[in-house]
Structure formats: C-alpha cells, structure tokens
C-alpha cells in the first residue's frame, strides 16, 4: 500500500476532495487532519504549564468519560 499525503488551502475543497477520494473503490482510507491554529496552540501550552504547576488539579479519565458519557450520551470504551 503506498500513501500520498495532500495539503489543501481551506475546509470546503478539503470536504469536496474527501469526497472524491472516499468514492473511489481503490483508495482505502481517506483521513483529513487540520493543523492547530497559534490560538489553540498557545491554548494547549498554557493548559500544559497549569498542569505541570499542580498535576492533580484537574479530573482522572474516569470522571472525564463519565461526565462525557452523561452530558453526551458517549459510551464507555476505556
């Protein structure tokens, strides 16, 4: 199996290219991945450095699926 990678300039042509892609029977998968904006970056960073100053602030995983599975109505697959 050989895989392309394409980069495209927005969200719509994107879609539209998943589309095309996702039709043809000899592509296998078709996954679209959207880069971080310096926003959600800086964001993320942040969150990190709160977390290494006290690690046990925030909430386990359990409580995490928990709340999702909830608010949500996700399952438990953990």
């Known amino acids: 199996m050989t895989t392309v ?5 927005d ?3 994107a879609q539209l290219l998943y589309e ?3 039709s043809m029977k000899f592509v296998k998968e078709v ?5 971080l904006s310096k926003e959600e970056i800086s964001l993320l960073e ?7 100053k006290n690690p046990k602030s ?3 995983l359990d ?6 599975n ?3 109505g996700f399952k438990n697959n953990h």
């Open 11 to 13: 969200k719509k042509s």
């Open 63 to 68: 409580t995490v699926v928990k709340k999702m």
């Open 5 to 9: 990678t394409v980069k495209v300039s």
């Open 31 to 35: 996954d679209i991945e959207e880069e």
């Open 46 to 52: 942040d969150r990190l450095t709160e977390y290494k």
């Open 20 to 22: 095309m892609l996702s």
């Open 70 to 72: 909830k608010r949500y």
């Open 58 to 60: 925030g909430n386990s």
